[in-house]
C-alpha cells in the first residue's frame, strides 16, 4: 500500500502501489501531496486537484492531466513526455529540467512558471499562456506555439529550431542568443523584444522590421542611411546609431535606453511615448520631431544638440553635458 501524505505527513489517500501506473485518480484533491519520484505514468489525472504538490522526479509519462490544477507544484526533473496538459493550471509551477517532449498543452497555463532547461521539444503549446515564464536553455525544438501569450517571457538561450511561432504575442520577450533557424515567426508580435545574439538563417520566417533590428544590433548602425524606416516599438538599448540619419523615421513606443545617438539626425522623427532614458543625445537634431510622451530622464545632450519648439529638455529630466 501507499500512502499518499501533504508535506506535513498528513495522509490524504492511500492506493496500491501496482495501481499508481494507469491509475484512476481523476478530480483528486490532492493539495500539497508529497509524490517525489511517484510513478505516475499513464494515470488519469484529468481535473486533479494538485495545487504546490511535491512532484519532483515523478514519471508522469502518458498520464492525462487535462484541466489539472497544479499552481505552484513542484515539478522539477519530472518526467511529462506525451502527457496530456490540454488546459491544465500551471502558474508559477516550477518545472526546472522537467521533459515534456511531445506534451500536449494547448491552452495551458504557465505563467511565471520556471522551465529552465526543460525539454519541450514537439510539444504543442498553441494557444498556451507563457506570460513572464522563465524557459532560458529550454530546448522547443519543433515546438509548436501558435498564438502563444509570451509577453515578457525569458527564451535566452532558449533553442526553438523549426518551431511555429506565427501569431505569438511575444511582446518584451528576452530572445537573446535564442536559436530561431527555420522558425516561423509570422505575424509574431516582437514590440519591446530583447532580439540581440539570436541566430536566424534562410528558413526563419520573420518580418522584414525585426529583420533590421537585429541587424541593427549586430552591426550596429553608425551613419547608417536609416531614413523614414519603421522601428516602432523596437528594442533598440545600446545601440550604436551616431551619426545615423533616421529623418522621418517611425520610433513611436521604442526602446533606446543607453542608446548612442551622437550626432544623429532624427529630423522629423515621431519618437512618442519612445523610452530615451540615458541615452546619449549629444549634437542631435531633433527639429520638428515628435517628442510627445517621450521618457527623457538622465539623457545626456549637449549645447549642439536641437530641441523641437516647446521641448525644455531640463524640465524631462535630461541632463546637460558640460563642455
Not at 516550477?94 to 532547461?117: P, S, Y
Request: charge should be neutral; charged fraction near 25%.
Amino acid at each position: 500500500m501507499v500512502v499518499i501524505r501533504d508535506r506535513s505527513g498528513w495522509p490524504l489517500y492511500t492506493v496500491r502501489a501496482a495501481t499508481l501506473c494507469g491509475a484512476n485518480l481523476h478530480e483528486l484533491h490532492l493539495y500539497e501531496a508529497d509524490l517525489r519520484g511517484a510513478e505516475l505514468r499513464g494515470a488519469d489525472l484529468g481535473g486533479a486537484y494538485l495545487g504546490i504538490a511535491d512532484l519532483c522526479g515523478a514519471d508522469l509519462c502518458g498520464a492525462d492531466l487535462t484541466e489539472a490544477i497544479l499552481d505552484g507544484a513542484d515539478l522539477r526533473g519530472a518526467l511529462l513526455a506525451k502527457a496530456g496538459l490540454a488546459r491544465a493550471h500551471l502558474r508559477r509551477a516550477q518545472l526546472n529540467g522537467a521533459v515534456l517532449h511531445q506534451a500536449r498543452l494547448t491552452g495551458a497555463d504557465l505563467a511565471w512558471a520556471t522551465l529552465e532547461q526543460a525539454t519541450l521539444s514537439g510539444a504543442v503549446l498553441v494557444e498556451a499562456n507563457l506570460t513572464r515564464a522563465r524557459l532560458p536553455g529550454a530546448d522547443l525544438v519543433f515546438a509548436n506555439l501558435r498564438r502563444a501569450k509570451m509577453a515578457g517571457v525569458d527564451l535566452r538561450g532558449a533553442r526553438l529550431y523549426r518551431s511555429d511561432l506565427h501569431e505569438a504575442d511575444l511582446r518584451d520577450a528576452k530572445l537573446r542568443d535564442a536559436d530561431l533557424r527555420a522558425a516561423s515567426l509570422d505575424m509574431a508580435t516582437l514590440a519591446g523584444a530583447d532580439l540581440r545574439g539570436i541566430y536566424l538563417d534562410r528558413a526563419t520566417r520573420i518580418a522584414a522590421k525585426w529583420l533590421l533590428v537585429v541587424d541593427l544590433g549586430r552591426r550596429g548602425g553608425v551613419e547608417r542611411d536609416l531614413r523614414a524606416v519603421d522601428l516602432s516599438g523596437a528594442n533598440l538599448d545600446h545601440a550604436e546609431l551616431a551619426g545615423a540619419d533616421l529623418c522621418d523615421a517611425s520610433l513611436r513606443s521604442a526602446k533606446l535606453r543607453w542608446a548612442v545617438l551622437t550626432g544623429a539626425d532624427l529630423c522629423g522623427a515621431d519618437l512618442r511615448a519612445a523610452s530615451l532614458q540615458g541615452a546619449e543625445l549629444t549634437g542631435v537634431d531633433f527639429t520638428a520631431a515628435d517628442l510627445t510622451g517621450a521618457d527623457l530622464r538622465r539623457a545626456h545632450y549637449g549645447a549642439t544638440t536641437v530641441w523641437p519648439v516647446g521641448v525644455d529638455p531640463a524640465l524631462r529630466g535630461a541632463l546637460l553635458t558640460p563642455r
